[in-house]
Nanobody
Framework: VQLVESGGGLVQRGGSLRLSCAAS????????IAWYRQFPDRKERAGIL?????????YYTHSEKDRYTTSRDNVKNVVWLEVNNLKPEDTAVYYC????????????????WSQGTQVTVSS
């Protein structure tokens, strides 16, 4: 099981980005896929949202939910995260992860993380 992420980089304040998470050796509709980010100088990864097998979305972030959307293409075997109206405080390393036990569960040792991609928002 492997997740390969792409789409990060330097973005201006107010801009948008779209991150992709491509799956290998499993189908993205076989697992919930969640998105997390790790802020600079923080050890823990903060959850953003999770895309259930049935495409229902569970938000982990409690503020400004409308800035985050996710979608899935079962044919391309890819899950996307879009973040709009980016702010410097969104600067972080972003990850996607399988959550075989679903969105109500935190990632477990059996789950697979992407390599992470740096997103930097300039002011």
């Amino acid at each position: 099981v492997q997740l390969v992420e792409s789409g990060g980089g330097l973005v201006q304040r107010g801009g948008s980005l779209r991150l992709s998470c491509a799956a290998s050796n499993f189908r993205v509709d076989e697992s919930a896929i969640a998105w997390y980010r790790q802020f600079p100088d923080r050890k823990e990864r903060a959850g953003i949202l999770c895309n259930e097998r049935n495409s229902e979305i569970k938000y982990y972030t409690h503020s400004e939910k409308d800035r985050y959307t996710t979608s899935r293409d079962n044919v391309k075997n890819v899950v996307w995260l879009e973040v709009n109206n980016l702010k410097p405080e969104d600067t972080a390393v972003y990850y996607c992860v399988t959550q075989w036990q679903g969105c109500s569960s935190a990632p477990l040792p059996e789950d697979s993380w992407s390599q992470g991609t740096q997103v930097t928002v300039s002011s």
